[in-house]
């Protein structure tokens, strides 16, 4: 079973920066796309980032030019660079493998607990 633990969130300033790690268990993990996911209160978990095995990337257009994602292979590890947070980042976020079926993309492991982003003055 596919364990995700997600760690790095906390408070900050709008306009400062984190770094998050996920650290993925009990999985090839190299073969597979990864994503970071983000839920703020009362909306739907979105994915915000997404990187290929081969470390193609791509964001949401409301993270583009702010939020870097990166992989580790040796380390089963994906990062999110956050950079300039906005208020409206506040959110829960949780790392996944994206998968396309059909026409949706669905995340294929269990999520991990998340970690919480505060972005507030």
């Known amino acids: 079973q596919v364990q995700l633990v997600e760690s790095g969130g906390g408070l900050v300033q709008p306009g400062g920066s984190l770094r998050l790690s996920c650290a993925v268990f009990?999985?090839?993990?190299?073969?597979?796309?990864m994503g970071w996911y983000r839920q703020a209160p009362g909306k739907q978990r979105e994915l915000v980032a997404h990187?290929?095995?081969?470390?193609?990337?791509d964001y949401a257009s409301s993270v583009k030019g702010r939020f870097t994602i990166s992989r580790d292979n040796a380390k089963n590890t994906v990062y999110l660079q956050m950079n300039s947070l906005k208020p409206e980042g506040t959110a829960v976020y949780y790392c996944?493998?994206?998968?396309?079926?059909?026409?949706?993309?669905?995340?294929?492991?269990?999520w991990g607990q998340g970690t919480q982003v505060t972005v507030s003055s």
């Open positions: 996944n493998a994206p998968s396309k079926v059909g026409t949706v993309v669905v995340a294929i492991w269990s």
């Open positions: 009990g999985s090839s993990f190299s073969i597979h796309a």
């Open positions: 990187i290929t095995s081969s470390g193609i990337t």
